[in-house]
C-alpha cells in the first residue's frame, strides 16, 4: 500500500510508462492521499476508472488514456 505523495508519484510515473492504452492495473492508496493520487494520474495522463474500500486502504483501477 503506498502512503506517501512520492511513493505514489513514482507509481504512478512507472505505470505511465509501461502500461499500452486500453490496459489497466491497480494500485492500493491510503485513504488519507487518495485526492493526491487521483490528480496525479491526471496529469500522468491516467484514468481512474474505478476505486473501492479493501480492508484500511482503497484500490484505484487505472488506465492509459493515450498513447
Do not use: C, P
Not at 28 to 46: G, M, N, R, Y
Amino acid at each position: 500500500m503506498l502512503k506517501r505523495e512520492d511513493e505514489v508519484r513514482k507509481t504512478l510515473e512507472d505505470i505511465g510508462r509501461r502500461l499500452k492504452k486500453g490496459e489497466s492495473v491497480t494500485i492500493e492508496v491510503s485513504e488519507s492521499i487518495l485526492e493526491f493520487a487521483v490528480s496525479e494520474a491526471i496529469k500522468q495522463k491516467l484514468s481512474v476508472v474505478d476505486a473501492y474500500e479493501k480492508e484500511d486502504f482503497i484500490v484505484l483501477v487505472v488506465e492509459r488514456r493515450h498513447y
